[in-house]
């Protein structure tokens, strides 16, 4: 009984070893973890933030339009972009 629960626990203790060791990004695990792929490339972190990437988009887009004195108009702000 005590040597089945000692070979759970290495057992265990390899799994958690190669979750930590493994550099893929743990959303899509196609390529290594670096930031770049994260804000920009991650097909499937993309399919979960759509709405608010738009959002602070479209308040970005909004700013820096008043800040240069451009007109805004509603058509502006309907403008959905498109990927």
Same mark, same amino acid.
């Given at each position: 009984?005590?040597?089945?629960? !000692?070979? !759970? !626990?290495?057992?265990?203790? =390899?799994?958690?070893? =190669?979750?930590?060791?493994? &550099?893929?990004?743990?959303? *899509?695990?196609? /390529? #290594? #973890?670096?930031?770049?792929? =994260?804000?920009?490339? *991650?097909? #499937?972190?993309?399919?979960? /933030? &759509?709405?608010?990437?738009?959002?602070?988009?479209?308040?970005?887009?909004?700013?820096? *339009?008043?800040?240069?004195?451009? #007109?805004?108009?509603?058509?502006?702000?309907?403008?959905?972009?498109?990927?």
């Amino acid at each position: 009984m005590m040597m089945m629960i !000692i070979i !759970i !626990i290495i057992i265990i203790i =390899i799994i958690i070893i =190669i979750i930590i060791m493994n &550099p893929r990004y743990r959303i *899509c695990a196609k /390529v #290594e #973890e670096s930031i770049t792929h =994260i804000i920009s490339g *991650c097909l #499937e972190l993309a399919k979960t /933030v &759509p709405l608010g990437h738009n959002k602070s988009m479209a308040y970005i887009h909004w700013n820096i *339009c008043r800040s240069y004195k451009l #007109e805004i108009t509603e058509e502006s702000n309907r403008h959905q972009p498109t990927i």
